[in-house]
């Protein structure tokens, strides 16, 4: 399948400071790709859909100015965490969608706010 | 909006058995339905999809079947081995009025294998 990475695997941030977070997709180019949170021992929670070259798409609930969302080329994508606070702490990952419709996902990102 | 449900929601099966898993979905807009295996810690894979002209689909030990008019599809696993231990994630995909796609994960399925 296809390969989707993603950086840092892992970090810690002081509350109050900002994280990003990217995802590639090397070896096919992702129109659309998605982010997705996921808590201990629960489901992925879709929290937006990015579409290269436009506006993310938010679900309900998931603050804008809080994630911020730029795709600003067909194999990058990032997360902006701002302002972060304990509460956002979590697994965060991402998916990008290949011209088959299959989605592969990148090995995530668990982010601690201290 | 989309409404995806799975059941059941743990699983344990003797090494050797078979294993279901079902997906029902509310959007009758989906046309992709692939299923995921998340280990723990690890990212989900996917592991088989079907897509909405086709009812059934088979991979060595793995099947799924749809039923795209009661709008729900299952993952069989038969013989199945310890390494299957993980959780199961269906997420149908449609297409919206936009022109995009959004993928929702079902409620997710724990399957345990003993050996």
């Known amino acids: 399948g296809a390969v989707v990475s993603q950086h840092p695997s892992r970090v810690i941030c002081k509350s109050g400071t900002s994280v990003k977070i990217e995802c590639r997709s090397l070896?096919?180019?992702?129109?659309?790709m998605f982010w997705y949170r996921q808590f201990p021992k629960k489901s992925l929670m879709l929290m937006a859909t990015?579409?290269?070259?436009?506006?993310?798409?938010?679900e309900q609930g998931v603050e804008k100015d809080k994630f911020l969302i730029n795709h600003a080329s067909l194999t990058l994508s990032t997360l902006t965490v701002t302002s972060a606070h304990p509460e956002d702490s979590s697994f965060y990952i991402c998916?990008?969608?290949?011209?088959?419709?299959?989605?592969?996902f990148g090995q995530g990102t668990r982010l601690t706010v201290v | 909006g989309e409404n995806v449900e799975q059941h059941p929601s743990t699983l344990s099966v003797q090494e050797g058995d078979s294993a279901v898993i079902k997906c029902t979905y509310s959007?009758?807009?989906?046309?992709?339905f692939p299923w995921y295996k998340q280990e723990l810690g690890k990212r989900p894979q996917l592991i088989i999809d079907?897509?909405?002209?086709?009812g059934e689909k088979k991979d060595q030990r793995i099947a799924v079947t749809l039923n795209k008019t009661a709008k729900h599809f299952s993952l069989h696993i038969t013989e199945t081995q310890p390494e299957d231990s993980a959780v199961y994630f269906c997420?149908?995909?449609?297409?919206?009025?936009?022109?995009?796609?959004?993928?929702?994960f079902g409620t997710g399925t724990r399957l345990k294998v003993l050996a």
């Open positions: 990015s579409n290269e070259g436009s506006k993310a798409t938010y």
């Open positions: 959007d009758s807009a989906s046309n992709y």
């Open positions: 079907i897509r909405s002209n086709v």
């Open positions: 070896d096919f180019q992702a129109t659309t």
């Open positions: 998916s990008a969608r290949d011209q088959t419709e299959k989605a592969f």
């Open positions: 997420a149908p995909c449609g297409p919206l009025t936009s022109g995009t796609y959004k993928y929702i």
